[in-house]
């Protein structure tokens, strides 16, 4: 009758609804959108890396990072922020140092990318990681390979006679101090404070006062 109240338990309710669901859902749309999902568009790219030639099928979202831990199993580049802010992910492209996780790897089509594992081996050490040793630059160690790709960099930079700006002149050649090269490293965090071991290792390979 019209005067009697409709009366439904949660439970019901809750059968109700997940049957209407089920019902509602449409099996041609579902393959869709699972065919979609398979169908990513991937791109080859190809890069030198470490001195060898790689070749990579990558979804164009993957980063350089990515690209360098989760397919070439190059491991050493830390995943840090992730947002370009903290320097773990540095490495060296083209003989320039760049955020690894801002960058996608599908931009690097005939690059040459130097990860810490390509400047040396634990035989054969690179200066700078002897001098890292030597000096102690490092305590828990997470952001080390950025830390050193990111100071051979930097030796370059000045080397090559790319201002920044602890230069009071800019038309002057910079010279590797301990102000230009703590400038040129700001970029680079080490949450542990191992800075001024860093500074002492840096100025060591470049011969110069820390």
Do not use: W
Not at 14 to 43: F, M, Q, R
Not at 134 to 151: E, F, L, M, R, V
């Amino acid at each position: 009758m019209a005067s009697e109240t409709f009366q439904l338990s949660r439970r019901e309710m809750l059968v109700t609804s997940a049957t209407t669901a089920a019902v509602s859902a449409i099996p041609g749309e579902t393959a869709d959108a699972a065919s979609a999902v398979k169908a990513v568009t991937t791109y080859k790219v190809a890069m030198t890396v470490n001195g060898k030639p790689r070749a990579l099928t990558l979804d164009p979202r993957t980063t350089l990072l990515d690209a360098m831990r989760e397919h070439l199993h190059l491991t050493g580049t830390k995943k840090g922020c992730d947002h370009g802010q903290c320097g773990a992910c540095t490495v060296i492209v083209n003989g320039e140092r760049i955020n690894a996780c801002l960058s996608l790897a599908v931009q690097h089509e005939g690059d040459a990318v130097t990860t810490i594992e390509g400047l040396g081996t634990p035989e054969r050490l690179h200066p700078m990681q002897a001098a890292f040793v030597k000096h102690d630059g490092y305590q828990c160690g997470y952001c080390t390979p950025g830390q050193i790709c990111s100071a051979v960099s930097v030796l370059e930079e000045i080397r090559r006679g790319i201002p920044s700006h602890a230069q009071a002149d800019l038309m002057a050649s910079p010279q590797p101090t301990g102000a230009e090269m703590r400038e040129r490293m700001s970029g680079n965090i080490c949450r542990c404070g191992a800075y001024s071991n860093i500074a002492e290792a840096m100025a060591d390979v470049a011969g110069a006062r820390a």
